[in-house]
């Protein structure tokens, strides 16, 4: 079955913005810690954010403010919009979730569970 989906990556231009959407399985977006990732080609994924009960929010050191996780708990779907986006922004967007707390939340190895991934790409 299908745990976590992501959608709402495409083409922008750079100076614009996105948001994206995961819909996560109701048994696991009520007790897992949730987090988006991004990965370009020949390097490692990178935490972009992430968050816990709703309201402690995790961020990227490379995030300066132009990005927002935000939750729609009825609808079981985390959010990532990104704005004043940039070229460097282009890469597969990933969500992630996991039980464990131990760990860095930009820690890739410690989920459990992985989306598909959704593409961005960033002109400029």
């Known amino acids: 079955q299908v745990r976590l989906a992501e959608s709402g990556g495409g083409p922008v231009q750079a100076g614009g913005s996105l948001k994206l959407s995961c819909t996560v399985s109701?048994?696991?977006?009520?007790?897992?810690?949730m987090a988006w990732f991004r990965q370009v080609d020949g390097k490692e994924r990178e935490g972009v954010a992430g968050m816990r009960a709703g309201c402690i929010k995790f961020y990227g050191d490379f995030v300066e403010g132009r990005f927002t996780v935000l939750e729609d708990k009825a609808k079981t779907t985390l959010f990532l919009e990104i704005n004043n986006m940039k070229p460097e922004d282009t890469a597969m967007y990933y969500c992630?979730?996991?039980?464990?707390?131990?760990?860095?939340?930009?820690?890739?190895?410690?989920?459990?569970?992985w989306g598909q991934g959704t593409q961005v790409t960033v002109s400029s």
């Open positions: 992630a979730a996991r039980r464990t707390r131990d760990g860095r939340w930009d820690a890739a190895a410690t989920y459990d569970y």
């Open positions: 109701p048994t696991i977006f009520s007790d897992h810690f």
